[in-house]
């Protein structure tokens, strides 16, 4: 279980290892059916497009899950299940593989290579035992690159369909370090701003009235025309703050009139309003300079911060190879009861945890945001420090979270930045790549043969 995204990476290699791809390019249909005496021994399990999975192709991978899963004292479900579960990701490989030839997607073999020898590395071994491990675990070296090279080709093809094609916003990282801070934290989100100010007098005629709007749309069509909006800060706007250009600095919403605050928010950093706007003072030409997140009641130059989260949790894993739904939320809720009642939250993660963090009393270190999924991140991210969350429902099960304390991250701000965005596009680009995928799927022709009728998809 790796509900920490990082930690999937580090088992990249695993992966290749219980999860066996055979090119669907390679044996047409014939072959596949025959051995090499041609007596017919095998058979067609699923059509997808214009290439088949066979029995044999399947049964292999499923045999090596299976052996995976028990090296890892992980449940196994029923072989009819599992072999199900196994065929729809080989159908669902074989549409992506087809998709990445039509791409014109290649990955070469001192790619490969350089792969294989970095696995080697993160395991401190040399390729040659490396090699030597697998195989005596039952991987089969020729199978192991082969899936090396798949994995590497649905990585690129993601990259090119999916990943490149998200973007995230200033306002979406806003709005997202601002979720980070805890319940009990209080967020805004300065402006910075520039204003042209032609004044009106009071018990002003209707005649001044409308010279003077007439003399503030003329500036602002200059600005949206594109003259510099500090020069024309400094020779027309009857603001005090003229002199420098008309600009406000940093300050928060409750700061500044609500008339600049709900123009604000229309208009992306650098955008002149394309209205004037009437104020007590007269009429207003704004520019939107910059927006930031600031925290709590400090000064606006308070620098944005993310927060790293202590946090422990006891994984109970339901459905197929688990528990019942009920049973593992009742028995989190049990479990929950007794540590508000003063037991060691520790030791019962120990005991009845099935994440591979049960050994450290189910501590999870410190997680920064992004790090995981965003069920367990949203149910963290409302905990106070101590508090024990109810039953969280997960891809991996049923999490019992406890918060444990927090800290600011460390690094510049513009790293803090960077950090939030690269989350945010991380959340993107998995819901991107999700929807993605299955219209992929739903594109192709499938049918499978697997254990009765032929069902067509």
Known sequence: MAIINKLRLATFAASLAAA?????????MAQALKTQS???????????????????????????IQRRLEQQKAPVPPLDQLRQQVLDQMVLERVQLEKAKED???IDDATVQATLQRLAQANNLTLETYRARLESEGVPWSVFEGDARTELTLQKLREKEVDSKVSVSDAEVANYIASQRGPDAQTRQDLRIERILVKVPDN???????????KAQ???DQAKGGAKFEALAKAQSQAADAAKGGDLGFLPPTQLPPEFVAAASQLRPGQVNPDLIRTTDGFEIMRLVDRRTGVGGGSSADAPKLVQTHVRHILLRVGEGGMPEQKARETLMQIRQQVADGGDFAKFARTYSQD??????GDLGWISPGETVPEFERAMN???DSEVSGPVRSEYGYHLIQVLERRDAQGSVQQQLDLARQAIGQRKA????????????????????????????
């Open 204 to 214: 002003v005629t209707q005649a001044e009235l409308g010279a003077a709007q007439q």
């Open 104 to 106: 014109g997607i290649v």
């Open 20 to 28: 066996v791809v055979i090119n669907p390019a390679a044996p047409a």
């Open 356 to 361: 591979g963090s049960a050994s450290q009393g």
């Open 218 to 220: 003329a500036i602002l």
């Open 382 to 384: 409302n905990l106070k």
């Open 38 to 64: 041609g007596s017919t021994v095998d058979s067609v399990v699923a059509i997808v497009n214009d290439g088949v999975v066979t029995s044999r192709e399947l049964d292999l991978r499923v045999g090596l």
């Open 430 to 457: 998995e819901q991107a790549y999700a929807d993605w995928l299955r219209q992929l799927r739903d594109s192709a022709y499938v049918q499978y043969k697997l254990g009765g009728p032929v069902a067509q998809q």
